[in-house]
């Protein structure tokens, strides 16, 4: 058995999504016999009930983030629990962080969404992206096992489960999903749900799924009532694969719940909420599996609204972009891959993999 360590955080400003591909990849560790120990500087109560109920093993890490106190109680922290190795996944370590935490001998997996070229000091290198391969990982990390593209997109296990499912026509997908991530950093889910409300077609129920460490997550639960008949709204919904795959169409940040939405056939609209979410975002619009706005840039919630609407009335258009989706090299096992490529000896000895 190995033990792994997820050094990842979590806050209302960077949102929930690092932990959360991590968990992803915990849970087909675990299923392989592994141990995940989850390490953080910085979390939110909604994240640590997840990862208790979870059944899996917190430590908090002294911060800031990325500076020398950080690197140096993770160290400690693999040192004491004997790690084999770590996922790292996050935007605030720097080089000499990264470059102290290989300096440890310990095997590194470094998520990746940018690319920019800086060094990654990692063993296995993962990004999701369609167009990962171009990016050049081969200065960024020399010598690593790179698991890129769709096929590594980790997804958790309900929704691994939902992927493997026949999905239904478009025609038979009623639900309209609003979904911004863990914490919804731009706050955009409660007026968007206001504004769909007001012109909803009967044809649509509106779902709103909102992450308990929104910190308007109570207020935009309210919303339902007010909103009346045909809106609901979900707070840490613990069913999200059924809620996709009744989804017709999904509004969505442009971050990880990209690959599940893809895995499930969702039409989507995706919005750009933060800067390393344009990059993949632009790439997957070229698939013909969703279009692509972005919202860094002011108040966009009529522009979202009106193009979310204008697609709804497609339902060939939909129809369509559901097929592309199905098309893609997307089986929703990556975390599963990802989880093995981590635990197989010699895994720097390995050939590149590029899915």
Do not use: K
């Amino acid at each position: 058995m190995a033990i792994i360590l997820a050094r990842a955080d979590a806050s209302p400003e960077i949102g929930t999504g690092h932990v959360m591909r991590c968990l992803a990849v915990a849970e087909a560790l675990r299923d392989d016999g592994h141990e995940v120990l989850f390490a953080s500087a910085e979390s939110t109560p909604a994240i640590d009930r997840r990862l208790t109920a979870e059944g899996f093993r917190r430590i908090a890490i002294a911060g800031p983030v990325g500076e020398a106190a950080d690197l140096a109680a993770t160290r400690s922290a693999m040192r004491l629990e004997h790690c084999s190795a770590v996922m790292l996944d996050g935007y605030r370590f720097g080089e000499a962080y990264r470059a102290g935490l290989q300096a440890a001998r310990i095997r590194v997996m470094a998520w990746d969404d940018l690319g920019d070229g800086g060094a990654l000091h990692a063993d296995l290198v993962v990004n999701a992206a369609p167009q990962a391969h171009r990016l050049p990982y081969d200065r960024m990390a020399p010598g690593a096992v790179l698991l890129l593209g769709p096929g590594y997109a980790p997804l958790r296990r309900e929704l691994r489960l939902a992927a493997r499912e026949a999905h239904n026509a478009i025609a038979d997908r009623p639900v309209l999903l609003l979904t911004f991530g863990g914490s919804d950093p731009l706050g955009l889910t409660g007026p968007l749900l206001t504004a769909l409300a007001a012109r909803r077609p009967d044809d649509c129920r509106l779902v709103a799924v909102v992450g308990g460490s929104n910190p308007r997550a109570a207020e935009v639960a309210a919303l339902a009532d007010r909103l009346g008949p045909g809106v609901a709204v979900h707070v840490d919904c613990p069913r999200m694969g059924a809620v996709m795959a009744e989804s017709g169409l999904a509004v969505s940040a442009g971050g990880g719940t990209m690959g599940e939405l893809a895995a499930l056939a969702v039409p989507t609209l995706l919005v750009v909420t933060a800067d390393n979410q344009a990059l993949a975002s632009q790439d997957a619009a070229t698939l013909g599996w969703c279009d692509a706005l972005d919202a860094r840039g002011g108040d966009m919630v009529a522009t979202i609204a009106d193009a979310a609407l204008t697609l709804w009335a497609d339902r060939a258009r939909r129809q369509r972009m559901a097929t592309a989706a199905g098309a893609l090299p997307l089986d929703g096992e990556g975390a599963i891959r990802i989880a093995r490529a981590l635990t197989a000896p010699r895994a720097r000895a390995q050939p590149r993999v590029r899915a």
